[in-house]
């Protein structure tokens, strides 16, 4: 496996959080295409420097990520936010990773809600734009069992649809984090590594530093070797602290229980 790094995690702007992160010694970065990155306010000029800066910090950029106030069940803008996330596909394969990760929405398993036709129509469309042009867009897991988003990616007829896998999003949404690693390891095209608490009677769960939380990494380093996946395990924090020296301690820790 290859150890990455989440940019948005150093809380620090994008040629400062490319220097930390060649600092750190990592050899791929994920950011997200919002604000100047956005694929809109992204020129040909702005997209060749882009790739200079990368080259400059050797680095090589591994997904963009592609946030979303609303997923893709909800009706409200959906052309819209189609349209945004077919750009980015665009300028994921123009910029060379060929990956987005997305956040997509719950798979609703009533096929006739209208949340469910929603998320299946957006689903599909992008599917085979990213197969047109390219690129692939990974899901996110944690809002539902693997089980559940395997069955319901191998319905979706096209190849451009992934896993970005999460085992943090899924120990907080009360999944097994260990059993998905098998169950989506021909879907997996990224991941991530945050640690968390999983919830008791006495606490609710959350986010924690890598390596401090209920997530035993030297058993999920042993189930991704299993499976053969050699893609990029990616330092993140979402929240809690978000700062140079935080990552670099994660990182350090992903050195030592999955190697790279």
């Not at 600092?23 to 694929?39: E, K, M, N, S, T």
């Not at 539902?144 to 992934?162: I, K, P, Q, W």
């Not at 260990?178 to 008791?200: E, F, G, N, P, W």
């Amino acid at each position: 496996m290859k150890i990455g790094l989440r940019l948005e995690s150093l809380g620090l702007p994008l040629r400062r959080a490319l220097a930390e992160a060649a600092r750190i010694g990592v050899l791929g970065v994920q950011f997200d295409a919002v604000g100047d990155l956005a694929p809109n306010q992204l020129s040909e000029t702005g997209r060749r420097e882009l790739r200079n800066l990368l080259r400059t910090y050797n680095v090589e950029l591994t997904a963009l990520g592609c946030p979303m106030r609303r997923g893709l069940d909800t009706a409200e803008n959906l052309e819209a936010r189609i349209d945004h996330v077919r750009q980015v596909l665009t300028l994921s394969f123009e910029l060379g990773p060929r990956l987005v990760v997305v956040q997509a929405g719950k798979i609703v398993e009533d096929d006739k809600a209208p949340a469910a036709t929603l998320l299946h129509e957006s689903l599909l469309a992008l599917g085979h734009y990213g197969d047109r042009v390219g690129s692939i867009l990974a899901l996110e897991t944690g809002l539902e069992d693997a089980a559940v988003l395997a069955g319901y990616l191998d319905r979706l007829d096209t190849g451009s649809l992934a896993v970005n896998y999460d085992p943090a999003n899924l120990l907080i949404n009360g999944f097994d984090p260990y059993t998905a690693v098998k169950v989506l390891h021909q879907r997996i095209a990224h991941a991530h590594a945050k640690d968390a608490r999983k919830s008791s009677a006495s606490r609710t769960a959350a986010e924690v530093p890598l390596g401090h939380g209920d997530l035993d990494w030297m058993r999920l380093s042993g189930e991704l070797q299993e499976i053969e996946y050699r893609g990029w395990l990616m330092a993140e924090r979402e929240s809690g602290d978000r700062s140079p020296a935080d990552m670099e301690s994660a990182v350090k820790f992903l050195r030592r229980v999955a190697g790279g």
